[in-house]
Each structure stands twice: as structure tokens, then as C-alpha cells.
Nanobody, 120 residues
């Protein structure tokens, strides 16, 4: 499975961005999808995830109420809508996929990152 993320950029605090990830080479509806991020000097963290058919989502506490993950299994895409962005959201964002049914666990497939920079 190949994953291609897009949509990063520079935005002012309080603004919005939408990240998109396109998947190819596999059965997308069998893959739980997640968005990770890694800020300079910090460990990579799982930001949001969505199960195979979209029935369940996960968000890390710091983004709850601001970020929304969604997927379109017909288009093989997963999106991350980010609102009310804060400077601490600045990071390289990665989309990833896993074969397991739950949002948390080892991820098997990774795309290249896309940089999100939030200015204060």
C-alpha cells in the first residue's frame, strides 16, 4: 500500500488546513488509517485515526474538538480537517495505515510527511 499525503503549509494561529492522503495498491477498506505528527525535538505521536469503515475515531486530547478525521473508501482517501490551529500544532504530519481493526497499535504503511507550520 502506498500513501501520499498533501495539504500542508503555513497558516496563522486560529486558521484551518485540510490534509489529504491518497492510498493505492491495496484494499483501502481493510485498512485502519491514522495521522501522526512529529514536531522538532519531540517523539512522533498519533493525532487521529479512523477505523476501516469509519465507524470509530480516535483523537489525542490536544486536538479534540479542533481536528476531524474522515475517510472515503470509494475514493481511497483519508482527510484531516484542522481548525483553530495553534503554534504547537506545528509539525510534520504523516498518514499511516494498519491492518488491525483498532486505531491504536503498530502501523504497517507510511506515507511521506507534509509540513504544517502555524505562526503566532
Amino acid at each position: 500500500v502506498q500513501l501520499q499525503a498533501s495539504g500542508g503549509g503555513l497558516v496563522q494561529a486560529g486558521g484551518s488546513l485540510r490534509l489529504s492522503c491518497a492510498a493505492s495498491g491495496g484494499v483501502f477498506s481493510r485498512i485502519t488509517m491514522g495521522w501522526f505528527r512529529q514536531a522538532p525535538g519531540k517523539e512522533r505521536e498519533l493525532v487521529a485515526a479512523i477505523t476501516r469503515l469509519g465507524g470509530s475515531t480516535y483523537y489525542t486530547d490536544s486536538v479534540k474538538g479542533r481536528f476531524t478525521i474522515s475517510r472515503d473508501n470509494a475514493e481511497n482517501t483519508v482527510n484531516l480537517h484542522m481548525n483553530s490551529l495553534k503554534p504547537e500544532d506545528t509539525a510534520v504530519y504523516y498518514c499511516a495505515g494498519r491492518l488491525g481493526p483498532s486505531a491504536v497499535g503498530t502501523y504497517d504503511y507510511w506515507g511521506r510527511g507534509t509540513l504544517v507550520t502555524v505562526s503566532s
